[in-house]
C-alpha cells in the first residue's frame, strides 16, 4: 500500500480530533474530487513500519479521537488486505478509538470484508458533483451515506450515524 499523507490534529474527516491517512489509489475518479492526486495506486510513499508507527504515536495522545482512513480509496482492491491488516491492529491496540473510513465503494459491496466489524464509521459511495451539499456534515455529496457500522453489521441493514 502507498500514501500520500498522515494529517494530525484533523477536525474536518469525522468526529473530534483525529489522525488521518490519505491511502493512494482510486478507481472511482470522481468527477470534481477534492483529491485527485491520490488516485494513482502508484502515488505518494510506501507505507511502512515508520508510517504506521507515525499513527500509533498520534492514537496514544489521550486528546485523539481516533484514525480517518481516505484517498484515494483505502478499499481499493489492491489497498484491500494492507489497510484490514492495520484496521485490524488499531482496532486491537486502540479499542477506545474511533475508527472512520471513506470508501467510494458502497456498503452491499463491502460489508462483508472480514475487518469492517473494527470500523466504527463508513462514509460510502462516490463523490456525485450534481448532488454536492457543503451543508451536509463529514461528506460531500448527498448520495453518501454515513454510516454506523457495528449496528448495521448487529442487525443486517444499514443503520445511519446521521442523515
Known amino acids: 500500500m502507498r500514501y500520500h499523507n498522515i494529517t494530525k490534529d484533523d477536525m474536518l ?32 510513499l510506501e507505507f511502512d513500519d515508520k508510517a504506521k508507527n507515525e499513527i500509533f504515536l498520534e492514537l496514544k ?31 486491537e491496540k486502540f479499542p477506545d478509538k474511533t475508527i472512520w473510513l471513506y470508501s467510494g465503494y458502497e456498503w452491499q459491496q463491502v460489508q462483508n470484508l472480514p475487518f469492517m466489524k473494527y470500523v466504527d464509521i ?14 451536509l456534515p463529514w461528506r460531500g455529496s448527498s448520495n453518501q451515506k454515513i454510516i454506523d457500522v457495528k449496528k448495521s453489521l448487529e442487525i443486517g441493514r444499514i443503520v445511519l450515524a446521521m442523515k
Open 61 to 91: 495522545k489521550d486528546y485523539v479521537s481516533g484514525i480517518t482512513m481516505s484517498g484515494g480509496d483505502p478499499l481499493h482492491i489492491l489497498n484491500r488486505n494492507t489497510v484490514g491488516e492495520l484496521i485490524e491492529e488499531i482496532g
Open 13 to 44: 474527516n469525522g468526529d473530534g480530533l483525529r489522525v488521518v491517512l490519505w491511502v493512494a489509489g482510486c478507481e472511482h475518479r470522481c468527477h470534481n474530487c477534492q483529491n485527485p492526486v491520490t488516485w494513482d495506486i502508484n502515488g505518494g
Open 122 to 135: 463508513m462514509v460510502d459511495g462516490q463523490f456525485v458533483e450534481k448532488l454536492k451539499d457543503n451543508s
